[in-house]
T-cell receptor
Framework: AQTVTQSQPEMSVQEAETVTLSCTYD???????LFWYKQPPSRQMILVIR??????QNATENRFSVNFQKAAKSFSLKISDSQLGDAAMYFC??????????FGTGTRLKVLA | DAGVIQSPRHEVTEMGQEVTLRCKPI?????LFWYRQTMMRGLELLIY????????DSGMPEDRFSAKMPNASFSTLKIQPSEPRDSAVYFC????????????FGQGTRLTVV
């Protein structure tokens, strides 16, 4: 069975600094997709970034980038130039051809002014 | 598009009562998911539908929970009878169906069973 693990329940970062959130997953599939979602206090789940497993190049979206290590089954999220609005819960998610999304337990990110 | 619409946003009910949560997915999406979020267990997939057909309901905790999708634009999650341990935020999400597309979430229903 596929699993997604986020080992950091909480992280803190100083405003304007860089922080990396960790995610590991387990799967026997060769083709799958990985996502990072952000959940601010409003509860709304917002897609931050996605990565296709067949692509070697790491995805980037403005200040957000991933470090995708397929062999190690690792998918970390790097947030550069952290802003107060980045404070939220961040969830790593996995899906394959079954379209079933599996989420990690989340990392709460605090941004310190 | 208005996004995934869930109702109600908040529900407080007494133990033993029936609760029905509603979801309108994004038009054109053919996959629909119900998730439950709690502090202890995080986001749990309860059930997902593809083309209105339940594909995997292995996450439904027990027979008190049931979900239906009578058409492509509407789904319900019913709890009967409700118990205090059912208190959680329930999310509905929909997607286009291809695995590389994101799941779009509603704003959730916060259920409190007293």
């Amino acid at each position: 069975a596929q699993t997604v693990t986020q080992s950091q329940p909480e992280m803190s970062v100083q405003e304007a600094e860089t922080v990396t959130l960790s995610c590991t997953y387990d799967t026997s599939e060769s083709d799958y997709y990985l996502f990072w979602y952000k959940q601010p206090p409003s509860r709304q789940m917002i897609l931050v970034i996605r990565q296709e497993a067949y692509k070697q190049q790491n995805a980037t979206e403005n200040r957000f980038s991933v470090n995708f290590q397929k062999a190690a089954k690792s998918f970390s999220l790097k947030i550069s130039d952290s802003q107060l609005g980045d404070a939220a819960m961040y969830f790593c998610a996995y899906t394959s051809g079954t379209y079933k999304y599996i989420f990690g337990t989340g990392t709460r990110l605090k941004v310190l002014a | 598009d208005a996004g995934v619409i869930q109702s109600p946003r908040h529900e407080v009910t007494e133990m033993g009562q029936e609760v029905t949560l509603r979801c309108k997915p994004i038009s054109g999406h053919n996959s629909l998911f119900w998730y439950r979020q709690t502090m202890m267990r995080g986001l749990e997939l309860l059930i997902y539908f593809n083309n209105n057909v339940p594909i995997d309901d292995s996450g439904m905790p027990e027979d008190r929970f049931s979900a239906k999708m009578p058409n492509a634009s509407f789904s319900t999650l019913k709890i009967q009878p409700s118990e205090p341990r059912d208190s959680a935020v329930y999310f509905c999400a929909s997607s286009w169906g291809a695995a590389n597309t994101e799941a779009f979430f509603g704003q959730g229903t916060r259920l409190t069973v007293v």
